[in-house]
């Protein structure tokens, strides 16, 4: 098992290099010249040529790779154009807020889309299986910041149940944290649920098929155990599956997420260093980012053998 974990890490270096390259070649290559920007207005001339020189910006786009990946694979990303600051420490700063919303979504969708996949599978072409399908619809079509927008209007501005936007750490509490972050995570979850919902649907619609569903039957087990004991049991591959490569829309969905809500994450933190063309900082998040969805893919393999005996790594 060690030996497949290092494996699937080593190949997971030329899939970063590749990102890596591609998006600083894309972002080098946009209109405007953050030393412009970052100079002012009023800035000479052999001002701007300075701070293009101090930040390596005058050297061919190949030679400035070169030092940064360099440093990449050293733990150091940089400093930000415009606060100095190392990239490592602001991305540091900003994980917990994402880390939050993050489980707490995965932890909601997973409670509201694989019972309703499976109830959906169980009533199969019913109205609930319907009702249960058009939820799904809905929610993978609107925009999540739709639904976080309806939800801010609904639970806070109307019924004031829920803060309006923000973030409490986990220092003051889980339960205070938990409710700061309950609208978003909400909002993120029934965009999520919406798809593995209907994977769920449709995975445990062909394990009612199978014999063991009718021998359970036969052996007069009650419905609610030969659905959650025996036929999720048997989807559980897939499932994670689509969970995992659901993973990438949502980290899409938290930098818009983060914004609506004015969390102080890394998909704000993203957010700004667009606005701002720090070109270190967009890097380093996208970096991040990238090497969290090879980490997630790698837990998702490894879940296999827990989840299918069948299944070996």
Same mark, same amino acid.
């Given at each position: ?22 998006? @600083? ?13 970052? +100079?002012?207005? %009023? ?31 050293? /733990? ?13 420490? /602001? ?33 199969? %072409? ?29 639970? +806070? ?14 220092? %003051? ?44 039957? +036969? ?28 993973? +990438? ?37 996208? /970096? ?8 997630? %893919? ?5 879940? @296999? ?9």
């Amino acid at each position: 098992m060690l030996r497949y974990c290092a494996t699937r890490l080593i190949a997971g270096i030329p899939t970063l290099l590749l990102v890596s390259i591609f998006i @600083y070649s894309l972002i080098h290559l946009t209109p405007g010249d953050p030393a412009v920007l970052l +100079a002012g207005d %009023n800035a000479t001339p052999s001002q701007v040529n300075e701070i293009r020189a101090r930040l390596n910006l005058d050297l061919p786009l190949w030679q400035q790779f070169s030092i940064w990946f360099s440093d990449a694979l050293r /733990l150091d990303l940089g400093a930000s154009i415009y606060s100095g600051k190392p990239v490592t420490w /602001l991305i540091a700063q900003r994980v917990e807020p994402t880390l939050v919303l993050s489980l707490t979504t995965l932890v909601l969708t997973v409670l509201i889309s694989i019972p309703l996949g499976a109830v959906a599978a169980w009533k199969a %072409n019913s109205i609930v299986d319907r009702l249960c399908m058009a939820f799904a619809v809905i929610g993978f079509s609107v925009p999540v910041f739709v639904i976080a927008y309806m939800l801010v209007y609904l639970f +806070a501005v109307e019924w004031r149940i829920f803060p309006v936007q923000g973030y409490k750490p986990l220092s %003051n509490g889980l339960l205070t944290t938990l409710h700061s972050v309950t609208l978003p995570a909400v909002s993120l979850a029934l965009v999520f649920s919406a798809l593995i919902a209907r994977v769920t649907r449709a995975s445990v619609l062909d394990a009612l098929g199978e014999n063991y569903i009718r021998t359970a039957r +036969a052996k007069g087990l009650s419905a609610p155990r030969i659905l959650f004991l025996h036929a999720l049991k048997s989807v559980g591959v897939p499932v994670v599956t689509v969970v995992g490569i659901g993973f +990438a829309t949502l980290i899409g969905g938290v930098v818009v997420t983060e914004s609506v809500f004015n969390i102080p994450g890394i998909g704000r933190l993203t957010v700004d260093a667009i606005t701002q063309r720090d070109y270190p900082v967009i890097q380093g998040v996208i /970096l991040f980012f990238s090497a969290s969805l090879i980490l997630i %893919n790698l837990l998702v393999d490894l879940s @296999y053998a827990l989840i299918d005996p069948r299944v070996k790594g």
